[in-house]
């Protein structure tokens, strides 16, 4: 069985703006690093070049007059009600080419639903994907289209049951409000609590009504949640949903801005906390098509996804960067450094305070989101 890697390089056309925080280098990065371990050489792995997504596939979910907007931006001019849909200056620009970038996107993910859906093998990684906060006739979090729901979409038409989980560091709204009143989707997003971090939702108490009650599961961290913390949390709750939910497939957003040194974000995990998530998913999944999404530190992103394709292959790395790649990333600013780094020092005070406040939540998923998800 192949696993499949897409990405395409017309990726780098594209240009959030100088001062944005999301730069579309970290896609070539993490790609120069995958190749570089030779990651893409592996007999286990087919390169697919990434395919545009058709407008009409994205209108499954998307509203038209939204899409007609963002068609009409595309140009990079802004025209007059582009503001009431979140376009503008700030999180989500209008550049030029923003609606072919989303195509881009969209289509990868699309592509990776079609490739293990077709059997033609179990694990399909988009890394350009997991834009989980674009909403249906809105833009928000850097997110314009949001390719998570599209791709889970067309496998709830293609007669699948769905798991998402979703590990980047804020909460994957967009998701979660698309299949909120379903039972056929369970979404399972663990980020750093909205009291703190942006969006402002994800809490725990927010669990899905009508059919979907209890299909819906948010595990809000503190800041400063650290790797034994949050993998404690992960295995209390989400083996034993999987179990339960029996899905055909799991849909992964992997966003990286959850370490102690992403720039946007509160918490403290490390590439050692990622990797143990990573191969637990990788146990759970059935067939399993990973995204991409945040994370703000471009050499973290090459890193983790470096990482998580190895997971994804049963591959294990060496520590020590290949030379190619960490002479070009120390030239771009790169601290020198090994794949994982360091561990982490655990700061035992404020570890143990959240560790409390997750027992906590735990406790209350248990109550309440246990007893109700069922196959
Ligand atoms: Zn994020």
Redesign the pocket.
């Known amino acids: 069985m192949k696993n499949a890697f897409i990405y395409t390089d017309a990726y780098l056309d594209y240009d959030y703006g100088p001062t944005h925080p999301l730069r579309i280098i970290r896609l070539k990065l993490t790609y120069d690093l995958i190749n570089a371990y030779g990651l893409l050489d592996l007999p286990s792995v087919q390169f697919i070049p990434t395919i545009k997504a058709e407008e009409k596939e994205l209108a499954v979910f998307h509203d038209e007059e939204y899409l007609s907007l963002l068609r009409q931006v595309n140009e990079g001019f802004a025209l007059g009600d582009a503001y009431a849909y979140g376009l503008g200056p700030g999180d989500n620009p209008i550049f030029p080419g923003l609606f072919n970038l989303s195509l881009l996107v969209a289509g990868a993910t699309l592509q990776a639903i079609d490739f293990v859906v077709d059997g033609n093998g179990e694990i399909a990684f988009n890394i350009a994907g997991g834009l989980h906060h674009a909403m249906r006739s809105r833009a928000s979090?850097f997110c314009y289209v949001n390719d998570p729901v599209i791709g889970i979409m067309r496998l709830l038409r293609r007669g699948k049951r769905v798991a998402y989980i979703d590990i980047?560091?804020?909460h994957g709204d967009g998701v979660q409000k698309a299949f909120y009143d379903t039972d056929q989707v369970l979404t399972i997003s663990l980020h750093e609590t909205g009291y703190t971090l942006f969006p402002g939702t994800g809490f725990e108490s927010e669990i899905g009504e009508g059919k979907g009650e209890g299909y819906s599961v948010n595990l809000p961290f503190p800041p400063e949640t650290e790797d034994d913390v949050y993998v404690w949390t992960f295995d209390e709750v989400v083996p034993e949903l999987i179990h339960a939910f029996q899905p055909d497939v799991v849909v992964t957003q992997l966003?990286v801005?959850t370490f102690y040194d992403d720039p946007?974000?509160n918490l403290h995990l490390s590439l050692f906390g990622y990797e143990r998530v990573l191969k637990r998913i990788k146990d759970l999944a059935p067939k399993w098509v990973a995204l991409g999404?945040?994370?703000y530190n471009i050499f973290n992103v090459a890193r983790a996804w470096t990482l998580a394709w190895a997971v994804m292959n049963g591959v294990e790395l060496e520590e020590a960067l290949p030379e190619s790649f960490l002479k070009e990333a120390v030239k771009m600013g790169m601290e020198e450094r090994g794949l994982r780094g360091r561990p982490r020092t655990l700061r035992h005070s404020q570890n143990k305070e959240n560790r409390t406040e997750m027992e906590r939540v735990v406790h209350y998923i248990k109550r309440t989101v246990f007893p109700r998800v069922e196959e």
């Open positions: 979090g980047d560091a804020h966003g801005d946007l974000t999404g945040g994370g």
